[in-house]
C-alpha cells in the first residue's frame, strides 16, 4: 500500500459536484496474482481496479465512454439479465471479438455483480482491464471476477497489434510500435542491437515530440490508466535510455593498461 496523488478523468465522470472537477486517487494497492498485475486506486469515494494482460480485442467501454485512451462513439446498448448499458468503441461500431466479448459469461457474472451506477464504467484496452466503482463497493469479490474476466481474454498475436494512442498523437504509431517496449529488457536488448544511425534517426524523429507528451501525461495525473497513456511513457522511457546509449557510444574510450 502506498500514498499518491492521481488524477484520473475517468474518475471524473462519477463526480457532479464542483469539489469533484479534478478527483485525486490518495491510495495504491498493488499485487501480483496468477501472473497478472492487480492494481487498485481509491479515495473517500472512488475506487479503481486494474488487472493487467496482452488481449486480443479493440479497446471499448461499457457503462461510460473513455475520457484518457480514444475518442469514444456509442455503438449501441448490451443487456444484462434485466438491465441494458450502454457500449462505446472509437468509432461507433462493435467489432467481431467486441462482440464476442461482450457475451462471455464472465461479463455477465461481474456486471450482474455489481449494478453500475452513473459515471461507473468497465473498460477493455490490450494491455489491460479497468473497472471504475465506488469505494464502498470495493471487495475481494469483485476484484476476482475481474481476474476471472481477463483470463477468459483471448491473448495479443503481437504481429497483428493496432497501435493505440491518443488523437493528437497518432502520427507517431510506427514509431510506437517498433520503439513503446514496457519490458525492460526487451527494450535494453533492442537499443543494443540497433546502429547508432538507427538511434540517431529514432531520436531525431521523437526528441521534438517530448514536450507534448510530457505535459500531456503531467494533466493525467501520476498513475493514468490505459493502453494509449502507457504507450506514451513507454515511448519516452526508449527516448531516455536511447540518449544514454548514444552518449555511451560517442564517449572516448581508453585501452586498459
Known sequence: MSSV????????????????ER?????????????????????????????????????????????????????????????EYAVFTKDGRLTASQRNTLHFAEVATLIRSHRFRTGEALHFYRNGLILYVRKEDL????????????????????????IELPPEFSHLENLTRDWAIGDDVVRTDKIDDASESQLKEFLALVEPELGAINSYLERLGEYPPGEAVANLANLIETALEVKDALMLRSAPRHPLP
Not at 5 to 20: E, F, K, L, M, V
Not at 44 to 61: A, H, K, Q, Y
Open 23 to 83: 478527483p485525486m486517487y490518495t491510495n495504491r494497492l498493488v499485487v501480483s496474482y496468477a501472473s497478472r498485475k492487480i492494481q487498485i486506486l481509491a479515495n473517500e469515494e472512488l475506487g479503481c481496479v486494474s488487472v493487467s494482460g496482452d488481449f486480443d480485442v479493440s479497446p471499448f467501454t461499457i457503462n461510460a465512454g473513455d475520457r484518457i485512451g480514444f475518442k469514444s462513439v456509442f455503438a449501441g446498448d448490451v443487456r444484462m439479465g434485466p438491465r
Open 5 to 20: 496523488n492521481s488524477y484520473d478523468a475517468n474518475a471524473a465522470r462519477q463526480i457532479a459536484s464542483p469539489q469533484g
Open 139 to 162: 471487495s475481494s469479490e469483485l476484484v476476482f471476477l475481474l481476474l476471472a474476466l481477463a483470463n477468459s481474454m483471448p491473448p495479443e498475436d503481437s504481429g497483428s497489434a493496432e
